[in-house]
């Protein structure tokens, strides 16, 4: 059964040296499938090259909320060509981070909004990075949410609270990665709770290795740790864990494949 990573930032330089050997190294796991969010303007031309390069990656547009500054305008502006000259399959990542920096807290408010109106504007499903921010995202998505607003809360770390707040949308799904392995982590405790129709599968590599390669440069491979811990709290096989977040990825994105 094929894997999905559905939050992949492996076109970014830090795969340069060996991109084609880490795709390789997924494949032969499985993992054959690679969505990639955007961060912003001074990324696109890079995911879009990479994209390009095989047709089982599938780019995301969007302005990640730690690149929100003084220069907003502008960079609103190029999502919005971006999205309006070449073919997306969502818009990500976006959201709120208030955990390094609270300087921009209002601009990264106005980013989101405008992104969530533009997911509802070209019908893509949206990314959402949510970092110490639940309640200002859910106060912004409380106000825009209808039949058109859709997507996923991205790496998903909240409380049972905040899964609960996400399911009573309707249209939205929660990222599973590695932070499920942490023994800290929390993740583990609410799996049992949630909906497995709503789960989807990813890395953000280079981010957010899971055990055992926490600390190292992650990448798409390492998902097989991810379904393994999911599949151990569940009580499911493997195979079941991989059969339901793929047709889940595919739901979600409107993949093109079977």
């Given amino acids: 059964m094929p894997i999905i990573d559905t939050h992949s930032h492996i076109f970014l330089e830090e795969f340069d040296a060996d991109r084609q050997g880490v795709v390789e190294r997924a494949a032969k796991a499985g993992i054959n499938y690679h969505i990639f969010p ?14 390009g390069e095989s047709k089982n990656f599938y780019p995301l547009m969007g302005l990640h909320p730690t690149s929100v500054n003084s220069n907003l305008e502008e960079e609103l502006k190029h999502v919005e060509k971006m999205l309006s000259t070449n073919t997306f399959w ?3 990542e976006i959201g709120m981070d208030l955990y390094w920096d609270k300087t921009y807290i209002e601009q990264q408010k106005v980013a989101f909004r405008h992104q969530l109106k533009l997911a509802k504007k070209f019908k893509l499903p949206v990314a959402i990075h949510a ?7 859910f106060e912004i998505v409380d106000s825009e949410i209808d039949e058109n607003l859709r997507g996923v809360f991205h790496c998903f770390t909240g409380t049972i609270d905040d899964y609960k707040r996400i399911t009573g949308y309707k249209t939205f799904k929660v ?3 590695g932070v499920v ?35 190292k440069r992650n990448e798409p491979f390492n998902l097989t ?12 096989s493997e195979q079941k864990v991989k059969e339901i977040t793929f047709a889940n990825a595919v739901e979600l994105f409107n993949l093109p494949i079977m």
């Fill in 38 to 51: 955007n961060i912003d303007s001074s990324t696109s031309d890079r995911l879009l090259k990479i994209s």
């Fill in 181 to 215: 392995t942490y023994k800290n982590g929390g993740v583990d405790k609410l799996l049992p709770y949630m909906d497995t129709s709503l789960l989807l599968l990813e890395t953000d590599s280079p981010y957010l290795s899971p055990v055992p390669m926490r600390g």
């Fill in 225 to 236: 740790y991810i379904v393994a811990k999911i599949a151990e709290v569940l009580g499911y």
């Fill in 90 to 92: 969502g818009i990500g």
């Fill in 175 to 177: 990222g599973i990665g």
């Fill in 131 to 137: 970092r110490n921010a639940f309640a200002e995202i």
